[in-house]
């Protein structure tokens, strides 16, 4: 560790058993020697009995550098590490409660400033939530003038526990785990900066920078780069066919029918209806029995599917029956519901059977679940590490992507090691078409996290003909992840999908996902609002801005989406975990500080198609009537020709770098090559600042080469 050199110890206040948990519980105090404070403590055992069997020590420094995201502004970021190192093993040290830690390290004292805080859920898709639960982290807590900290993990994210109570963030060890080898280490991070999303960019930046992972490339596979057809839950085709059509031939011909509308599928995932699962009822019934097709459902199999599709695959896996076909070939334990293997020789089988299908994606789901099902992966540390590693390490072997699905706040923390984990869910299944205040908000609030960790979004797949359906095309694409339809045959809204993608199915993407803007994280007025952005370079920021009008108390919210707002989350009220307004009456937008943008401006109205002017910092959206009806706004820079390129217009990313390979500005104009398929038309608009008028749309066909180059010129 580079900064284990720098170890300095300090008095020992004391040792404590508190004989009522039967856990091991750490105090001292803190010093600081030339801007580096360092803990040095002594552990006790769960007997009381005080032998020095750990130690710990804190890393402290300034780090002053550009933090890159989507509409962040750069500054400084101050960040700690607290190391804790157990010397000797020790054993029987459970308290039998997760959230009640087998080892508690010092609780760490934190500025009454922070007086606000967003804490994860361990639920699946790790929903936000407004106040203090135990979780693997992160912690956020901020002050209403954004002075922002951020606290987790460094490592062992799955055997973590945070939380924070009287003013001090409480960490440690969870409850279940029952031994400890010596020499285990773990640490914690810490990161404190002015901003919101800013700040936890800075935590991920370091976590990213830690595990050596670079940001997934959001073309980095096939699922990332087309649209695909989806068969998860709210699909037409979950656990159902078209009339008397089986599996195979009802996607045969959503495929056929789609082709002849024009909308051209990169992959076809297939979900847990395919494979042969234990019979039952209830929530937990139909664990995995055998990963292979049922045979009626694929009569000549898989791969035959496949290549009859003309598709390549994404499949789901979910979690193991006590008794399946694999018990009596690899090592496994058994739990009260399900089983769990316990080498990584059955996920290698896995992937290998899966490229053999021609799936180019292994999507692993029932996370969670497992986790908290299985006791044998919370008894001991690395466990669950081990799990994931397994799972990555199998897909490396065999040239596969992951998406984990149903995440714990652990599971999308421990992704940051994995470089083939590419996406995760990030958002509750897409059961209705109702209830968008219950989906949007947390998916915006979770893929902070996911996007500083660089880790792609995904939403879930929708109905192009759905309640809202446009809306939800254009959260997918400004996720920068995956977009996935579901729809019936032959019932695709092909001018939805089109707003997506170019002609051949690419995804015209923003480059980092959509976040909220940091005035969402206070009790507001205000539709709920996210950005993100398309930085060109020597031309400038390119920034998109979302706004739903989600108050609670609109006379069109329905008990229907009541209904489901309060059966998504277990009945917790959304306003304990997102702030949404009961009526939107605050349409102001400070571009400035709010989005880092300068004036002058060009605000393009996507919907109306309208443009104008910004000279000042201060923009008025316009008025929203209609609940989960949107505003969405394209802030375009201006050129040093006094012209603003908004770029293509039928798309929901104006100035996709897919789209534009290169842009040169010109005295009275622009030189613009683009990427497409041969034979589409691309319609480009330009903005004149000088004479305030909107020029286009310029309209050009991408040849035969796939590629074209155009002058897009201001006549004298």
Excluded at 594 to 619: F, G, I, N
Aim: with cysteine; aromatic share 12%; glycine share 8%.
């Amino acid at each position: 560790m580079p900064w284990a050199n720098r170890k300095h110890g300090i008095r020992i206040v004391g040792n404590s058993s508190d004989k009522k948990r039967t856990a091991l519980k750490f105090d001292g105090s803190v010093g600081t020697v030339a801007g580096i404070a360092f803990i040095l403590l002594c552990g006790c055992n769960n007997a009381g009995n005080p032998p020095n069997t750990g130690d710990a020590f804190v890393q402290d420094e300034q780090l002053s550098r550009d933090v890159i995201q989507d509409t962040g502004a750069p500054d400084s970021f101050h960040y700690r590490v607290f190391v804790h190192v157990q010397n000797e093993p020790l054993h029987d040290i459970a308290t039998g409660d997760f959230n009640k830690p087998a080892i508690e390290y010092p609780p760490i004292p934190v500025d009454p400033k922070y007086s606000n805080i967003l804490t994860f859920q361990m639920a699946p898709m790790m929903p936000p939530i407004r106040k203090s639960v135990p979780t693997n982290g992160p912690i956020i807590m901020y002050s209403k003038d954004l002075d922002t900290l951020v606290f987790s993990p460094l490592d062992n994210f799955f055997v973590s526990v945070v939380w924070v109570e009287g003013g001090k963030l409480h960490y440690g060890l969870e409850g279940e785990i029952n031994e400890v080898p010596a020499g285990f280490t773990h640490r914690f991070l810490m990161v404190e900066g002015k901003g919101i999303n800013a700040t936890i960019q800075a935590w991920g930046e370091k976590l990213r920078q830690e595990y050596k992972r670079e940001r997934t490339d959001r073309y980095a596979d096939i699922g990332l780069s087309y649209i695909g057809y989806w068969t998860d839950n709210g699909t037409r085709y979950y656990y159902m066919t078209e009339g008397n059509l089986n599996e195979q031939d009802t996607l045969l011909e959503v495929q056929r029918a789609a082709k002849t509308m024009g909308v051209h599928f990169g992959y076809f995932q297939l979900d847990s209806w395919w494979y042969i699962k234990e019979s039952g009822t209830g929530l937990l019934a139909g664990g995995l029995v055998e990963w292979v097709p049922q045979p009626q459902m694929f009569p000549d199999g898989l791969r035959a599917f496949h290549e009859a599709l003309g598709l390549p695959l994404i499949v789901h896996n979910r979690w193991f029956a006590r008794e399946n076909a694999y018990k009596n070939e690899y090592p496994f334990v058994t739990s009260e519901r399900m089983s769990f293997p316990t080498t990584g020789d059955v996920f290698a089988r896995f992937m290998e059977d899966a490229k053999s299908w021609g799936a180019i994606t292994y999507e692993q789901d029932w996370l969670l679940t497992q986790f908290l099902g299985v006791p044998w992966l919370r008894e001991t540390v690395y466990r669950a590490d081990e799990w994931m590693s397994w799972i990555d390490e199998g897909a490396s072997k065999y040239g596969l992507t992951v998406q984990i699905c149903m995440p714990g706040p652990g599971h999308l923390l421990d992704a940051v090691r994995h470089p083939n984990f590419t996406t995760v869910r990030t958002s509750v299944d897409h059961m209705t078409d109702r209830a968008k205040e219950a989906f949007w908000p947390p998916f915006h609030i979770v893929n902070m996290i996911a996007s500083a960790l660089g880790i792609l979004p995904f939403k879930d797949n929708f109905i192009t003909t759905e309640f809202a359906s446009e809306q939800e095309a254009l959260i997918s694409t400004l996720s920068a992840g995956m977009v996935g339809i579901g729809d019936a045959v032959g019932k695709i809204d092909p001018v939805v999908v089109g707003r997506t993608c170019r002609k051949d199915g690419l995804i015209l993407k923003p480059d980092l996902p959509a976040t909220p803007l940091d005035a969402m994280f206070f009790e507001h007025k205000r539709p709920f609002t996210v950005a993100t952005s398309s930085y060109r370079e020597g031309l400038g920021t390119w920034v998109y801005l979302l706004a739903f009008n989600l108050a609670l108390e609109h006379k069109e919210r329905l008990q229907e989406d009541r209904f489901w707002s309060a059966m998504l989350y277990q009945g917790i009220p959304l306003e304990e975990m997102w702030f949404l307004p009961d009526e939107v009456s605050d349409w102001h937008v400070d571009i400035q500080h709010e989005l880092q943008v300068s004036p002058p401006v060009v605000a393009y109205d996507w919907r109306t198609k309208e443009a104008l002017l910004l000279t000042s910092k201060d923009m008025e959206l316009p008025r929203i009537e209609h609940f989960a009806d949107y505003d969405y706004i394209v802030l375009v820079p201006i050129a040093s020709n006094g012209l603003a390129l908004i770029g293509e217009i039928e798309k929901f990313v104006t100035m996709a770098d897919r789209r534009f390979r290169n842009i040169e500005v010109l005295k009275n104009g622009f030189q613009v090559t683009l990427d497409g398929s041969a034979g589409e038309v691309v319609n480009i608009l330009l903005f004149d600042t000088v004479h305030q008028r909107l020029l286009g749309p310029y309209e050009i066909l991408i040849g035969e080469q796939g590629t074209a180059t155009a002058d897009l010129v201001v006549p004298e």
